[in-house]
C-alpha cells in the first residue's frame, strides 16, 4: 500500500531575489526525527468512487495537487513534509482505509498537522480512523468536530456497499459503538443532489447543515458564527474539502461537478475560520479528477486551498 516517497514533483522556479522562496524548495522527504510540521499525505484511491458509480480518475489527484503547489510562494514560518502516498489496489478499499490510518496515527503523535491529499471522498473515513486511533489513548470521550465542505452529505447506508458516499455514516457508527458523541457539519450541501431520506438521516443525527444557496456574500458572515458556534463546543478538529462543493466553472476537474456550488472567495473565510481556531488536527481534499479537469483549474484551487490551510505554521 505504502510506497517510497516520490519527490519528483517538487519542481518549479527559482527566483534570485532574497526571501524568495517556493514550496518546491521547502518541503522535505518525511524522516522520522522531523521537526513537527505540516506533513502531506496522498491517497491515491479510486476505488470509493468506482462503488459509487461516479466518474473515476481521482487516484491521480495526490500527485496533481503536489505539482500544482510546487511553484506556490512559500510564507509558512514552519517546516512542511512529504509523507509519501497510500494507494489503493483495485478494489481493494478497507485495505487502503486500513493502511492511510495506520500511517495518520503516528503523523498525529509526532504533533505534526496532516494534510492528506486525495482520492475519492472515502478518505474521510480513513482520515478520522487515523485520527480516532490517535485519540483514543488519551481521551475517554473526545469531541471530534467533523467539518465537511461538500456538496453531499456522503451519509449512505454503507451496509450493502461502502464507497466514496457512505464515509460520514461510517463514522457515525463507530462514534456510536465507542460512546464517542457524533458532532458533524456539512457546508455547502446541495438539495438536488440528496435523496430526502438523507436530509432526514442528517436530522436524525443533527446534522449542522448549510446549503449551497445559503452561503452568499450577504450571508457569509452568519455562517462564519454558525460555525464558531459549532467549533467551541468541539475539543478537537477535522476538515474535509470535497471539491465539488465548488462550481463547476471553478472545479471541473472533480468526480461529481457541481451545477451550482459555493464559489472559491466563500470557500476561503470558511476555511480560515477552521484553521484559525487553534483546533483543526486534521485536513484532506478529495475528488480532484485530473483526467476531467481544464486547464488546471482544479487542481489549481486544491493548491491554493492547501497553501491557505498551512498559512498560520
Known amino acids: ?105 503516528p503523523l498525529l503523535d509526532a504533533c505534526h498537522l496532516p494534510i492528506v491529499l486525495g482520492g475519492g471522498h472515502e478518505v474521510a473515513y480513513a482520515s478520522w480512523q487515523g485520527l480516532a486511533r490517535h485519540l483514543a489513548p488519551r481521551e475517554t470521550r473526545p469531541r471530534v468536530g467533523i467539518i465537511n465542505l461538500d456538496a453531499h452529505f456522503d451519509l449512505r447506508d454503507p451496509v450493502h456497499v461502502r464507497s466514496s458516499g457512505t464515509p460520514f455514516s461510517q463514522i457515525a457508527e463507530a462514534c456510536q459503538a465507542n460512546g464517542w458523541p457524533f458532532r458533524y457539519a456539512c457546508l455547502g450541501v446541495s438539495r438536488a443532489a440528496n435523496t430526502r431520506a438523507l436530509f432526514r438521516r442528517a436530522d436524525d443525527l443533527g446534522v449542522l447543515i448549510r446549503e449551497d444557496r445559503d452561503i452568499t456574500h450577504t450571508g457569509i458572515d452568519a455562517i462564519r458564527r454558525d460555525l464558531e458556534r459549532f467549533i467551541a463546543r468541539c475539543d478537537a478538529l477535522y476538515l474535509t474539502i470535497d471539491l465539488d462543493v465548488l462550481p463547476a466553472a471553478e472545479a471541473p476537474g472533480v468526480s461529481a461537478p457541481a451545477a451550482r456550488g459555493v464559489p472559491l472567495a466563500l470557500i476561503e473565510p470558511l476555511v480560515e475560520t477552521v484553521r484559525n481556531s487553534g483546533k483543526l488536527r486534521l485536513a484532506d481534499l478529495a475528488e480532484l479528477n485530473p483526467e476531467h479537469d481544464i486547464d488546471g483549474r482544479t487542481a489549481r484551487v486544491a493548491a491554493r486551498l492547501v497553501h491557505l490551510l498551512t498559512l498560520n505554521g
Open 1 to 105: 500500500m505504502a510506497t517510497e516517497i516520490d519527490m519528483s514533483p517538487w519542481q518549479g522556479r527559482v527566483d534570485p531575489e532574497p526571501d524568495s522562496d517556493r514550496w518546491h524548495q521547502r518541503v522535505a522527504p518525511l524522516a522520522e526525527d522531523a521537526p513537527s510540521g505540516c506533513a502531506l499525505l496522498g491517497f491515491a484511491s479510486d476505488a470509493g468512487v468506482a462503488r459509487n458509480q461516479g466518474r473515476v480518475g481521482a487516484a491521480d489527484g495526490p500527485a496533481t495537487i503536489r505539482r500544482a503547489l510546487a511553484p506556490l510562494a512559500w510564507h509558512r514560518q514552519g517546516p512542511a513534509f512529504d509523507a509519501g502516498d497510500v494507494s489503493c489496489d483495485g478494489d481493494a478499499l478497507e485495505a487502503a482505509q486500513e493502511a492511510l490510518a495506520e500511517r495518520l496515527a
